[in-house]
């Protein structure tokens, strides 16, 4: 399974948000966060609004952040839903495509349940599952208290 790199990189946004769910965060920010162009990453924020996983706030304190729990978001459903209308292969699609091998493929079938049982897995995981803990605070020079 590929996953387009929007997909992708729409995951990377929605784990960075999750990471702390409370703040909101610059598109610049993002993108540099994940090494993506600002104007490819705008889109993505856009499709990620559409669905409403994240809310945009305007103005100079402006930004994006997650419109539901990292616990509410399920993976699966993201998937689905930017993935849309993409097929596995070309009798997927939903015209059928052009496969010399139909109607007698056997391949089919076990391309749709491999397909079927990703996507099951995808909907089993939150959002909240695949963000990082947050890292300890480094310690500053004198804070370490003596007993």
Excluded: Y
């Amino acid at each position: 399974m590929r996953l387009l790199a929007s997909t992708d990189f729409a995951l990377r946004v929605l784990m960075r948000l999750g990471a702390d769910p409370a703040r909101h965060r610059s598109t610049e920010t993002l993108a540099a966060d994940i090494g993506v162009p600002r104007n490819h990453l705008h889109k993505i924020v856009q499709d990620l609004a559409e669905a409403g996983l994240v809310r945009t706030l305007r103005g100079a304190r402006g930004g994006v952040m997650l419109a539901k729990s990292p616990g509410e978001i399920s993976v699966g459903a993201v998937v689905r839903r930017l993935e849309r209308g993409q097929a596995l292969v070309e009798c997927f699609r939903p015209d059928g495509g052009a496969c010399c091998l139909a109607p007698d493929c056997r391949l089919r079938n076990v391309l749709w349940r491999a397909r079927e049982a990703f996507l099951a897995e995808l909907d089993a995981t939150t959002l909240a599952a695949c963000v990082a803990p947050p890292r300890p605070m480094p310690q500053a020079v004198g804070d370490d208290a003596a007993p």
